[in-house]
């Protein structure tokens, strides 16, 4: 599936099986012929009225068949989330897609031209991360390089119609023309096609060594791909951390907007200390009243022998559900700090894949909670340090802002002083420009829960 936006994020549930008859299980209302779309969009309904967290509250006058397809009957019960302590509802995320779509996604296949992109500032388009199997991969582009020129337009700012036209070219599905300016200040003008590759979600294991310290550094941006060699990555790279006496971790997350929660305690298991007991409780899952005989609860089973003592999170208003996730689970075991842009997105909850004719829909379905039952965080996790993004520094450049940062408060105890405040005044600017990232996926994927009649 073409990845539609700056970065594959969402939070999704996936709990597959066997297709759910639409036509024997719907009962339409009124008389005569139903039209195949309208069995479809009832039974969507049908579906969200036993599986939504938050099912009580979808009126009994709402009709599906007002809408267009499955994935704006889910768009539209999200209003109906309402949840004690927030003013406005809390579900940003209930959709539907097409399986053959879901089905490339989710094993982390994308037919796009494989660059992330963000505003350094209100003129500065940079290159935030690259598929190295992509078009943009085997061009060579790289992480810092800025975009100069779209498509013949030099016109590129953080106005609603440039950022409308940037998302078009190089996520509309089609060629793009692009210059970019590289560190060194020289040009390059490259043609892109989009094309199908599989993503490589680890994107960098390193180690330093600074102040006594020996610390090493993760950046991870999918929990979605092949699980397989995801896992064989978690193993290679925990095996040299440990080899390489690691006493304390970085783990960046700023892109990554989760997928399957079985990768994410994966992690979660090579990250844990020595401390932290066989059976102690990692995280608790949860549905809704109807689903309540699904509830369940996950353990710790270490992996590894590293052991750190400290974690340092680097994340963003990208990082989101499963990634989230791996964050609020640890922070019971041992000290966890956070450092980024801004707040991450806020997504405790996830769904599973519930086919229905073509489509699969993810009405919002489950909750994640860690051992202490703390699992709220609908406005997301507030950095402990507001750092920028230094998008114009490689992975693993030690001057990079939120990477030093991370790396001064491990060695030193005291986060690192911003030394580009000039820049701040941008900071919360560039944190409202949403429009960039309203439709990326963002998944916490349980794939391991059969629910019968559903999936």
Known sequence: MKRILLFLTFAVLILSACQKDVADETTPPGTGTVSAADKVKDTSLMIAREAYLWYKQIPASFNARSYADPNKIMQAIRQYSNEPGFAEPVDRWSFAMLQKDWDNASSGISGDLGIGIFFRNSTDLRVTYVEPESAAGKAGVQRTWRLTKINGS?????????????????????????????????????????????????????????????????????????????????????????????????????????????????????????????????????????????????????????????????????????????????????????????????????????????????????????????????????????????????????????????????????????????ERSNLEALNSYNKMYSQKLKVMVENRVKIPGLN
């Open 154 to 422: 030099t016109d590129i700012n953080t106005s609603d119609a440039s950022i409308d036209f940037i998302v078009n070219a190089i996520y509309g599905g089609s060629a793009a023309t692009i210059t970019f300016q590289k560190p060194d200040a020289t040009s390059v003008e490259l043609t892109l096609n989009p094309s199908s590759y599989q993503e490589k979600p680890l994107i960098l294991d390193t180690v330093y060594k600074s102040g006594g310290k020996t610390i090493g550094y993760l950046v991870l941006n999918s929990f979605l791909g092949n699980i397989d060699q995801i896992k064989a990555g978690f193993e290679s790279s925990f095996s040299m951390f440990a080899t390489e006496g690691v006493t304390d971790m970085i783990v960046d997350l700023r892109y990554n907007g989760g997928g399957y929660v079985s990768l994410q305690q994966e992690l979660a298991n090579y990250l844990a200390p020595n401390t932290v007991a066989a059976g102690t409780v990692m995280y608790k899952q949860t549905f809704n009243d109807i689903l309540a005989q699904y509830n369940s609860t996950v353990n710790f089973s270490k992996k590894g022998t590293l052991s750190p003592s400290k974690i340092v999170f680097i994340i963003s208003q990208n990082t989101a559900s499963a990634s989230e996730a791996l964050v609020n689970i640890m922070k019971p075991h041992l000290e966890i700090k956070t450092v980024g842009p801004s707040a991450s997105n806020g997504k405790p909850v996830g769904y599973f894949d519930i086919p229905v004719g073509e489509w699969y829909v993810f009405p919002v379905s489950l909750r994640l909670v860690n051992s202490l039952g703390e699992g709220s965080y609908f406005n997301g996790f507030t950095p402990d340090k507001l750092v920028i993004d230094g998008l114009d520094k490689p992975w693993g450049d030690l001057t990079e802002d939120c990477l030093a940062s991370a790396m001064k408060y491990l060695t030193t105890g005291a986060f690192r002083f911003e030394s580009r405040e000039t």
